[in-house]
């Protein structure tokens, strides 16, 4: 059984730091695409960072883009995002999901769909 | 960046049929999954590829996807049904990026 599982998440003051972890099991980690989506209180599902399974493609989102990193470790089976100059507006669960790639007849990435998620991690960021 | 706009609510009765629209700038091109979100769940995916469902989706979640605009469609809709309901593709015209439709609540009547 595919699992995700989120940590990391909390309090913080706006220009703070956090580190999310996500902790997967149930399938080969080092095969899938990772990524994070979250959402805001009482609002839609945002992407926010991709990254393929030999970390050699990184994906952000315009709006985390120069503060966010993500990254994996393939042998701990765990993705993390790392998150700098954190603002009010990046409050919100943040989930992390499995991806599946597909591909131009060319062989080119065309995209990820996301077929397993995380119950998620809240982040509140607050004075 | 790429939009994909749905409508905010779409309502029916328990047995009818619900669809729920997607628009984008020739969306047909792209590939459109679906995803839907329970209140205090994590979402789950219940199209992918436009029109596929992965294994434990029942057959009355289908889609469809051309021009500007992708559809999915709820068939016999159940009680269990009521939810939002989220499209999802990938950009790659620029930089390679996920986008989200706006979403839609489903209300079961």
């Not at chain 1, 699992?3 to 149930?26: D, F, H, I, N, T």
């Not at chain 2, 049929?17 to 590939?31: D, Q």
């Amino acid at each position: 059984e595919v699992q995700l599982v989120e940590s990391g998440g909390g309090l913080v003051k706006p220009g703070g730091s956090l580190r999310l972890s996500c902790a997967a099991s149930g399938f080969t980690f080092s095969s899938y695409s990772m990524n994070w989506v979250r959402q805001a209180p009482g609002k839609g599902l945002e992407w926010v960072s991709s990254i393929s399974s030999s970390s050699s493609y990184i994906y952000y989102a315009d709006s985390v883009k120069g503060r966010f990193t993500i990254s994996r470790d393939n042998a701990k089976n765990s993705l993390y995002l790392q998150m700098n100059s954190l603002r009010a507006e990046d409050t919100a669960v943040y989930y992390c999901a499995r991806g599946q790639t597909y591909y131009y007849g060319s062989g080119s990435m065309r995209g990820y769909y996301f077929d397993y998620w995380g119950q998620g991690t809240l982040v509140t960021v607050s004075s | 960046s790429y939009v994909l706009t749905q409508p905010p609510s779409v309502s029916v009765a328990p047995g009818q049929t619900a669809r729920i629209t997607c628009g984008g700038n020739n969306i047909g091109s792209k590939s459109v999954h679906w995803y839907q979100q329970k209140p205090g769940q994590a979402p789950v995916l219940v199209v992918y590829d436009d029109s596929d469902r992965p294994s434990g989706i029942p057959e009355r979640f289908s889609g469809s996807n051309s021009g500007n605009t992708a559809t999915l469609t709820i068939s016999r809709v159940e009680a269990g049904d009521e939810a939002d309901y989220y499209c999802q593709v990938w950009d790659s015209s620029s930089d390679h990026q996920g986008v989200f439709g706006t979403g839609t609540k489903v209300t079961v009547l």
